[in-house]
């Protein structure tokens, strides 16, 4: 069976495949990504308005994956504020730099490749975290080191 056979092959026996990311992740690639975020809008921008982030802030989007978060972000963060957003998937980070290059935002947003068990950030760094639809993908193992990774990159009080 030649290359391009067996992946039709692993495909057809696992459809999900079809929207991984470079990283190997199920269901993470931008696209795929897009439209779950579109399905599930009005609720995800519910919860995002809702969690009390303020003008002037420093927030970080762990685990961006499209960077659908971002323009609302940084809506809240406003002029004064800035936007942070890091993704395993190196192709996810491609998509996302191509769509900010196209926005205009109210604030800076910086994008890079990191992961979620060693944020390439200072203690203290942000104001608040915000995370969606990625903890799902780690191990049991690897859900506490990214919690504390989060709360290491957050400052005390916010």
């Keep these: 069976m030649t290359e391009g056979r067996s992946h039709l092959h692993d495909l057809a026996r696992d459809p999900r495949r079809a ?3 470079a990283g190997g992740h199920a269901v993470s690639a931008a696209g795929w990504l897009d439209a779950h975020f579109e399905a599930c809008r009005p609720e995800y921008e519910a ?9 002037g802030w420093r927030v970080l989007d762990a685990g961006c994956g499209g960077g659908n978060f971002l323009p609302r972000l940084a ?4 002029p004064t504020g ?3 957003a890091v993704d395993l ?12 290059a196209a926005l205009a935002l109210p604030c800076p947003v ?8 060693r944020l390439p950030y200072p203690d203290a760094h942000f104001d608040a975290a915000w995370c969606a639809n990625v903890l799902m993908y780690l191990t049991d193992d690897e ?16």
């Design 19 to 21: 929207h991984a990311t």
């Design 47 to 55: 919860i995002l308005g809702g969690v009390g982030i303020e003008p």
């Design 75 to 78: 809506g809240l963060v406003g």
């Design 82 to 84: 800035a936007v942070a």
């Design 89 to 100: 998937a190196p192709d996810n980070v491609a998509a996302v730099r191509a769509r900010l």
């Design 110 to 117: 910086e994008v890079g490749v990191g992961s979620l068990l």
């Design 143 to 158: 859900l506490p080191a990214a919690l504390a990774e989060l709360r290491r990159v957050v400052r005390l009080g916010a």
